[in-house]
């Protein structure tokens, strides 16, 4: 059985950071791909950040470039998610996805695996 387990939500000030962790385990093989999203109530799933697991290609959402890193542990079905200078409107729950069926990365019906989110609140 395949989990996703997010880590390391909080609540912070305005331009603190926050490093997320998500680890994904019941695989025989590395996902192809891994991403971040992130939900408000009363919105779809936003894509934050994605990596290509084998190429470590990335891939960012405009709002976050230059403030958020995502990478993986190499050898580990892991990414985490670096946020640095955090805004009021980072304030969201989030989501980690593997394995993308292909198509565009911030798709969020496009990726197989889920894991329950992790809540990561700005105070401004």
């Known amino acids: 059985q395949v989990q996703v387990v997010e880590s390391g939500g909080a609540s912070v000030q305005a331009g603190g950071s926050l490093r997320l962790s998500c680890v994904v385990s019941?695989?025989?093989?590395?996902?192809?791909?891994m991403a971040w999203f992130r939900q408000v109530p009363g919105k779809g799933r936003e894509g934050v950040a994605a990596?290509?697991?084998?190429?470590?290609?990335?891939f960012y959402v405009d709002s976050v470039k230059g403030r958020f890193t995502i990478s993986q542990d190499n050898g580990k079905n892991t990414v985490t998610l670096q946020m640095n200078n955090l805004k009021s409107e980072d304030t969201a729950m989030y989501y980690c996805?593997?394995?993308?069926?292909?198509?565009?990365?911030?798709?969020?019906?496009?990726?197989?695996?889920w894991g329950q989110g992790t809540q990561v609140t700005v105070n401004a």
């Open positions: 990596m290509s697991m084998g190429s470590g290609n990335t």
């Open positions: 996805a593997a394995e993308i069926l292909g198509g565009r990365w911030n798709i969020a019906g496009l990726y197989n695996y």
């Open positions: 019941g695989l025989t093989y590395k996902p192809n791909q």
